[in-house]
């Protein structure tokens, strides 16, 4: 697994804050990601966060990239629950 740089997950950061979710935010940015920045499985991952969880943060997006890359790891995958959960409570108030 490729760790996302800290340049990617800004530009990610960016693009959904822009278009208002992932997957079109990596739409709007990808032309600015150095194809070394480009890991394989970055739009599913994008997929991943608007179905599954609504959203992600600086504070919270490399714990997602891990779940997303190791889903039977039991350890990450409770980490990911709880941050999960966290960012789905948080959304109802929006």
């Not at 693009?15 to 499985?41: N, T, V």
């Amino acid at each position: 697994m490729k760790k996302l740089t800290e340049r990617t997950k800004d530009l990610l950061l960016m693009g959904a804050r822009a278009m208002g979710d992932f997957a079109s935010g990596l739409c709007y940015i990808e032309e600015q990601l150095y194809i070394d920045e480009y890991p394989k499985g970055l739009y599913e991952f994008c997929q991943f966060i608007d179905k599954e969880i609504g959203g992600a943060g600086s504070s919270n997006i490399d714990l997602f990239w891990e779940a997303f890359n190791h889903p039977n790891d039991k350890d990450i995958q409770s980490r990911f629950d709880i941050a999960k959960n966290k960012v789905i409570e948080i959304r109802k108030y929006l």
